[in-house]
């Protein structure tokens, strides 16, 4: 029997706290220095360092001689260039940031940039929290922190323009109340991608749509030549052209008309899945780009994920939010486990960053993880290609049908014998493509190494489309291994579009059960993920919000899938069960999210 479909939402939210620390600015200094002279032993100095910022509040104040413990330390090179964020935490990595040519300036920080430094700010709070041992290696880093180059035997630079988001790149943009409006983000991430590809040649159609901030429509038409050569890489004050100006604002302009940029005067913003479909409809990109999220991966494994895709000469459009909104830049290198970041600020920052604070054995640690849940990667922007089709991806998701919760995978036994029936739930199965899904679904065997060995049930012909953002489910599916059953075997569920000749695991957000374990191949490193807690929400039809509660919630946010604060609220201590109306809010999907002094917690619903 096939389950009711439900809506689904891809997002979660970030949430940032005040922090201690146990190193010093000295501490780090040292440390800073250390790696300074590994960097180019001939031409740096000892003493070439300068303490410019510590991430000791919210606001990122500069360190003063009464202000609390930072989780970091940043540093610029004063002669050479370059700069270097140091760990304020010693079971954190120690070098969470460097560069050896750009500096890192604090005054108009962008807010792409400030966010990030909170998600390491958030992740350094979260080992803060609990009791996390310092392992051998993070020991070692910091006792010798060049050890953090000479374990990065394998790099790769690409270079990608330095553009920034206001003159001369937004001649075009919008003006509200006089003042041009910075061209946003997604605009500027698509454009250094596009000039990277050197690609459209021509843009195709036209598009138009109602800006909510500048509270008018906007149009343009596509149908003009790119000149890419007429855009420099880096437009330097006094040595561009009129007319290298107009082109590149230009490109920006049609970027944010694609994406359907909400233009304002503090911050410009658009939604990275609509940019995407768009660069396929009006600039003739492939239809095979896709869209991950962070949370549905272990570190090592993202981390390979955005590794193998600059290692192919792809840049990847690296998304990252918080409850302000979100923010797009670019991934376009590595060294080693640090990712080269141009943050579209005219090479502001640029750099080298750590894409968490943690080691991957840390990961989760104090709860959540929540600094990670909002992190996506755009793979596979490339050229048009014939007869190529859509690489759609399936998630699981947790929810509830008829007061049951599902959370991925489930099964009516623990003990699997050859030759013997056993039954399985799969649910909740949403799709975040880039379209509708139609296809086939399967569960499999599959050895320690991923390889399937075998399918386990029927393939499962979905009946219907499966629109984007919604939901399926299929409860009680039979399925009987016939093949030998060796360590590290275990269950997945996977997908093949109508279209595809490729089958992919469905994998899934962050505490959902996406692998049943058949048998171990380590007993002590296999984990099975559980529901900590029972947090769960519902609107009714008459627009009534109810909601399970963690304990000990001390505030309840209601937030838009783009991360803005709709509804605060402060409930009674203890409560279980809480509602409230939402008849005023529009129909929609929301993000509920309860704060407790130990973490935070997000869940869906839909009004």
């Given at each position: 029997m096939r389950m009711k479909q439900l809506l689904l939402l891809f997002f979660s939210l970030i949430t940032l706290n005040l922090l201690a620390d146990n190193v010093s600015l000295e501490e780090s200094r040292s440390v800073a220095t250390k790696f300074w002279a590994s960097l180019e032993p001939q031409n740096r100095s000892l003493n070439d360092t300068e303490f410019v910022l510590a991430g000791n509040s919210e606001s990122l104040q500069v360190l003063t001689e009464n202000a609390p413990a930072p989780?970091?330390?940043?540093?610029?090179?004063?002669?050479?260039?370059?700069?270097?964020?140091?760990?304020?935490?010693?079971?954190?990595?120690?070098?969470?940031?460097?560069?050896?040519?750009?500096?890192?300036a604090i005054d108009n920080m962008p807010d792409n940039i400030r966010n990030w430094l909170q998600a390491y700010r958030t992740a350094i709070q979260q080992l803060r929290l609990v009791d996390v041992p310092l392992d051998e290696n993070t020991v070692n880093l910091w006792k010798s922190p060049e050890r953090t180059l000479t374990q990065a035997n394998n790099s790769k630079l690409i270079e990608t323009a330095k553009w920034n988001q206001e003159e001369p790149y937004n001649l075009y943009s919008p003006k509200i109340v006089g003042r041009r409006t910075p061209t946003g983000c997604v605009a500027t991430a698509m454009a250094i991608i596009m000039r990277y590809r050197q690609w459209p040649d021509i843009g195709e159609g036209s598009n138009?749509?109602?800006?909510?901030?500048?509270?008018?429509?906007?149009?343009?038409?596509?149908?003009?030549?790119?000149?890419?050569?007429?855009?420099?890489?880096?437009?330097?004050?006094?040595?561009?052209?009129?007319?290298e100006a107009d082109k590149v604002s230009m490109l920006m302009y049609h970027c944010g008309i694609a994406a359907e940029m909400d233009y304002g005067l503090e911050g410009s913003g658009a939604v990275t899945r609509t940019a995407i479909l768009n660069m396929i409809k009006y600039f003739k990109y492939d239809k095979s780009a896709y869209i991950l999220q962070r949370d549905w991966y272990d570190q090592e494994t993202w981390d390979n994920l955005i590794r193998n895709e600059v290692t192919n000469e792809s840049p990847v459009m690296y998304g990252g939010?918080?409850?302000?909104?979100?923010?797009?830049?670019?991934?376009?290198?590595?060294?080693?486990?640090?990712?080269?970041?141009?943050?579209?600020?005219?090479?502001?920052?640029?750099?080298?960053?750590?894409?968490?604070?943690?080691?991957?054995?840390?990961?989760?640690?104090?709860?959540?993880?929540?600094?990670?849940?909002?992190?996506?990667?755009?793979?596979?922007?490339?050229?048009?290609?014939?007869?190529?089709?859509?690489?759609?991806?399936?998630?699981?998701?947790?929810?509830?049908?008829?007061?049951?919760?599902?959370?991925?995978?489930?099964?009516?036994t623990s003990t699997y014998v050859t030759g013997k029936t056993f039954r399985m739930d799969a649910a909740y199965i949403g799709n975040s493509s880039l379209r509708d899904f139609e296809g086939s679904l399967v569960l499999a065997l599959v050895n320690k190494?991923?390889?399937?060995?075998?399918?386990?049930?029927k393939t499962i012909l979905l009946e219907e489309t499966l629109p984007l953002?919604?939901?399926?489910?299929?409860?009680?599916?039979?399925?009987?291994?016939?093949?030998?059953?060796?360590?590290g075997d275990r269950i997945w569920m996977m997908y093949k579009s109508k279209d595809a000749s490729e089958w992919y695991r469905i994998v899934g957000e962050k505490g959902t059960v996406t692998e049943i374990i058949v048998k171990e191949d380590d007993p002590t490193a296999i984990e099975q993920p559980v529901d900590r807690i029972s947090f769960s929400a519902s609107c009714d039809k008459q627009g009534w919000l109810t909601a399970n509660l963690p304990e000990g919630v001390q505030r309840l946010c209601i937030y838009s899938v783009d991360g803005r604060t709709l509804?605060?609220?402060?409930?009674?201590?203890?409560?279980?069960?809480?509602?409230?109306?939402?008849?005023?809010?529009?129909?929609?999907?929301?993000?509920?999210?309860?704060?407790?002094?130990?973490?935070?917690?997000?869940?869906?619903f839909v009004k």
């Open positions: 989780a970091f330390y940043i540093f610029n090179c004063v002669e050479k260039g370059g700069f270097v964020i140091v760990s304020g935490e010693d079971t954190a990595q120690p070098i969470l940031a460097y560069s050896t040519t750009d500096t890192f138009r749509y109602y800006a909510n901030t500048c509270e008018k429509y906007l149009e343009t038409s596509f149908d003009v030549n790119y000149d890419w050569e007429g855009m420099p890489l880096e437009y330097i004050e006094g040595k561009y052209t009129k007319e939010a918080d409850p302000d909104g979100a923010h797009q830049f670019i991934i376009d290198g590595y060294e080693g486990s640090h990712f080269h970041v141009n943050w579209g600020w005219g090479g502001l920052c640029n750099g080298f960053y750590l894409l968490s604070a943690l080691t991957p054995e840390q990961q989760g640690v104090g709860g959540n993880g929540s600094y990670n849940q909002l992190q996506d990667a755009v793979m596979g922007l490339k050229k048009r290609e014939e007869n190529s089709t859509y690489h759609d991806i399936l998630i699981f998701f947790a929810g509830l049908d008829n007061g049951k919760k599902y959370n991925g995978l489930s099964t009516n190494n991923g390889e399937v060995k075998e399918n386990i049930s953002g919604m939901g399926i489910g299929y409860p009680n599916i039979e399925c009987k291994i016939t093949q030998a059953i060796e360590a509804r605060t609220y402060i409930p009674d201590s203890n409560i279980e069960k809480w509602g409230v109306s939402c008849s005023e809010l529009p129909a929609g999907i929301y993000i509920l999210q309860a704060v407790t002094k130990q973490e935070n917690y997000q869940c869906k």
